[in-house]
């Protein structure tokens, strides 16, 4: 039979007060003394509970503001003794330190306050001190105190206790005890590296990464992996804070290719409508129109076989004719601003089509960190915040690009830096008409991006494929001539590259025999 503890005594303390007094009268039903602090207490009181406040328990009022209150002996020892030795007991009762058996305590919003770009003071007052001193004091002794840090714990400490004459299994107060101590994790996580943010340090010397279990996964990229999702905090418009209107459980490939599109379609601003189409996080398409639909039908229309079964981002509201449009083959994700109510109507039809709406288009020149795992470690680095204007590009041939051209570059250089690495992107009138990625050469992302040129021409039924008068982006330099000159083969009249390779001289050289206008960026973009 399981172990269990009766609960006599709760502390709670908290700043989410939702649901505070349900669950303390839940618990005073049960004969709990109810010992709280603060505004906590009051909002007990006003509902008629009877409340001991800590300080009548310390025999010290709270003081400097409120941060000093709980770290007392009288409450720590209420927690920490260990209910099973006879020396804890008598030192208890010695001291006439009396047991807590549950505790509830929701920290002060940090994270929260943080989001709402508060000013250094008052995120400083908006760190809890001794609110996860006490929950790490009674997770530490989990086998005699259940620890709640939220609602829902309560709730499932409550619901032993009604179903076993106020009593708590020592197997759910192990489990909240564990949950606990990554919950105050998390929370240092979050102050260490608002912090490290604040004193604009990129490598403190300890860094700390939490979330919050968001969603359980059917599966990872595999059916035979475990996966989870955990959102940050972050409030970054994308797939963590977006609403889902509609459709299936998101996979943990539809949650990773969702990224992948949104994050793109904010690197095209919202001048002008931009569709994205994403597989295996990698763009099957980009355009700009003059409308959606028009955006839409240009960026399918650079490789509709790859876009079967993939994720649509747009930095527009989605309309019902564009929706139409999009329902026409098989899609597993749309990601838009917004939807009017015709685009739901036509969506509510595909019943298994998943619809996110966010807030709006992620900032491509927002910093932030991307964490990845390694065996034994973690790589962090920056967000790729980099960007180039006209400004910026170096002409480094004889012929000079059009402005025409030069539009065109910009849009494939933007495209390129979400592209897997090796990466060629073909672009024209603003739309991609070829793209190679993730290859080992890049003369063979050149080869591949020409390739699905051709074969979207032979599906659409084109006389010539459209990379015919195209720009090519290379997202790092072209170390020989060979994958220059394949784009010039493939059609293009004008290259974008970052430069810098020690045979520069004979790529150049190799542009102006071939007739090609070609600028420098002096700034990579490998994506791995």
């Not at 020592?170 to 943010?197: C, F, H, N, P, V």
């Not at 990224?259 to 793109?264: G, H, P, S, Y």
Request: charged share 25%; glycine share 10%.
């Amino acid at each position: 039979m399981t172990e269990r503890f009766k609960v006599r005594r709760a502390l709670l303390s908290v700043s989410d007060k939702a649901g505070l007094v349900e669950h303390g009268q839940r618990l005073a039903s049960h004969g709990v003394e109810l010992v709280s602090t603060g505004g906590t207490a009051r909002a007990l009181k006003e509902a008629g509970l009877e409340v001991v406040d800590v300080a009548d328990l310390t025999g010290f009022p709270e003081m400097m503001d409120g941060r000093v209150k709980t770290l007392h002996p009288a409450v720590h020892g209420g927690l920490l003794y260990r209910r099973d030795l006879e020396s804890h007991r008598e030192d208890a009762k010695r001291h006439g330190i009396e047991a807590i058996d549950l505790v509830y305590i929701n920290l002060y919003p940090f994270e929260a306050t943080v989001a709402s770009n508060a000013d250094f003071d008052t995120c400083i007052e908006n760190i809890d001190i001794g609110g996860p001193a006490m929950l790490r004091a009674a997770a530490k002794n989990g086998e005699s105190v259940a620890v709640c840090t939220d609602a829902g714990d309560v709730a499932r400490a409550l619901a032993e206790m009604d179903a076993n004459d106020g009593q708590v299994s020592r197997d759910l107060s192990i489990r909240l005890a564990a949950k606990t101590y990554a919950r105050t994790a998390a929370y240092d996580a979050a102050i260490s590296g608002w912090y490290a943010d604040q004193l604009n340090d990129a490598t403190p010397d300890w860094a700390g990464f939490g979330g919050k279990l968001a969603q359980e996964l059917r599966y990872g990229e595999n059916p035979h992996q475990s996966a989870a999702f955990y959102v940050t905090g972050d409030k970054r418009p994308g797939v963590a804070n977006a609403r889902q209107v509609q459709g299936k459980e998101l996979s943990y490939n539809n949650i990773n290719d969702t990224d992948a599109a949104f994050e793109l379609i904010g690197e095209l601003g919202d001048e002008r409508p931009a569709v994205a189409i994403i597989k295996h996080a990698n763009p099957c398409g980009v355009a700009t129109g003059d409308t959606a639909l028009a955006a839409y039908k240009a960026a399918l229309e650079c490789d509709s076989t790859s876009a079967f079964g993939g994720i649509v981002a747009l930095n527009r509201l989605l309309d019902e004719e564009t929706a139409e449009e999009i329902t026409k083959i098989f899609t597993e994700v749309v990601i838009a601003p917004g939807a009017d109510q015709g685009a739901l109507s036509v969506f509510e039809k595909k019943k298994n089509l998943r619809l996110l709406l966010t807030s709006g288009v992620p900032d491509p020149l927002a910093r932030g960190r991307v964490v990845k795992s390694v065996a034994g470690g973690l790589l962090v680095q920056d967000r790729d915040f980099g960007r180039v204007s006209k400004d910026d590009l170096r002409v480094v041939t004889s012929k000079a690009p059009s402005e025409e051209e030069l539009e065109d570059m910009l849009f494939a250089w933007r495209v390129a830096k979400h592209v897997k690495s090796n990466t060629i992107v073909y672009v024209k009138n603003g739309a991609t008409v070829g793209i190679g990625a993730g290859q080992m050469s890049r003369i063979d992302s050149a080869r591949i991006a020409a390739r699905k040129a051709v074969d979207a021409a032979e599906v659409a039924g084109w006389d010539a494929p459209k990379t015919r008068g195209c720009v090519a982006a290379s997202d790092a330099f072209f170390p020989f001539p060979d994958g220059l000159l394949q784009a010039a083969e493939a059609g293009a009249t004008a290259v974008i590259q970052p430069g810098g390779s020690i045979r520069d001289e004979d790529v150049i050289k190799a542009a102006d025999e071939a007739g090609l206008a070609m600028v420098f960026t002096g700034m990579r973009h490998f994506r791995h």
